[in-house]
């Protein structure tokens, strides 16, 4: 029944190790995001995928790497974590990109990343 | 680049209204959004309004929008301690990438 999954719900790990957040949808959507939202709240897109093409890439680290197997999935592996990567990672979904009416954004609920 | 803004906190008393308030900057927003976030959970998506609008009402909420201003408002009438949480507003703007600008958040606090 879940519309926008995010596996794991925690994820704590050690500085330096890779760790992959898994997202998926069962909405039928043409395009999936990433957000970061950081210890004061602050919401920023980081990815977004419409058909499995990356259409945002917002001065994310290179060390971030998103996979979209196909539509309903969004994956993202992270490389080298840092301790400044410590934050709530959320996936979403919409029927496009917009604008045109259906671009409305469904969150998932959310990874929480603490590196040490 | 777009920026969107809110006021931080707002208290208010178990039954009275809420009045959030957002301002944007960018001219050719399409949609507007709120989102509500519990303590630990995600983000859920509350109501939004489209640009050529000026007001829309769902049951408690109302959603005033005053583009000529660039100023969105999300009043929450009758408001109960199970509306206590973050709240933010998102614009859409007008390009076809589905990139969000989010606000900071407004923390509700409702006191019974």
């Known amino acids: 029944d879940t519309a926008v999954s995010q596996t794991p719900k925690y994820l704590v790990t050690q500085m330096g190790n890779d760790k992959s957040i898994k997202c998926e949808q069962n909405?039928?959507?043409?395009?999936m995001y990433w957000y970061k939202q950081d210890s004061k709240k602050f919401l920023k897109i980081m990815f977004s995928?419409?058909?499995?093409?990356?259409?945002i890439n917002e001065t994310v680290p290179n060390r971030f790497s998103p996979k979209s197997p196909d539509k309903a999935h969004l994956n993202l592996h992270i490389n080298s974590l840092e301790l400044g990567d410590s934050a709530v990672y959320f996936c979403?979904?919409?029927?496009?990109?917009?604008?045109?009416?259906?671009?409305?954004?469904?969150f998932g609920p959310g990874t929480r990343l603490l590196v040490l | 680049g777009e920026d969107v803004e809110q006021s931080l906190f707002l208290s208010v008393r178990e039954g009275d209204s809420s009045v959030i308030n957002c301002t944007y900057t960018?001219?050719?927003?399409?949609?507007l959004y709120w989102y509500k976030q519990e303590p630990g959970a995600g983000l859920q998506l509350l109501t939004y309004?489209?640009?050529?609008?000026d007001m829309k009402q769902d049951q408690r909420l109302t959603v005033l929008l005053n583009k000529k201003d660039k100023h969105l408002s999300l009043r929450i009438a009758d408001t109960q301690t199970g509306d206590s949480a973050i709240y933010f507003c998102?614009?859409?703007?007008?390009?076809?990438?589905?990139?969000?600008?989010f606000g900071q958040g407004t923390t509700l606090q409702v006191k019974p």
């Open positions: 979403a979904s919409s029927h496009t990109s917009g604008p045109s009416g259906k671009e409305t954004q469904y």
């Open positions: 909405l039928g959507h043409d395009t």
């Open positions: 995928y419409n058909n499995k093409e990356l259409i």
């Open positions: 960018d001219s050719s927003s399409t949609y």
């Open positions: 309004i489209f640009s050529n609008m």
């Open positions: 998102a614009d859409h703007g007008s390009s076809n990438t589905g990139k969000l600008i």
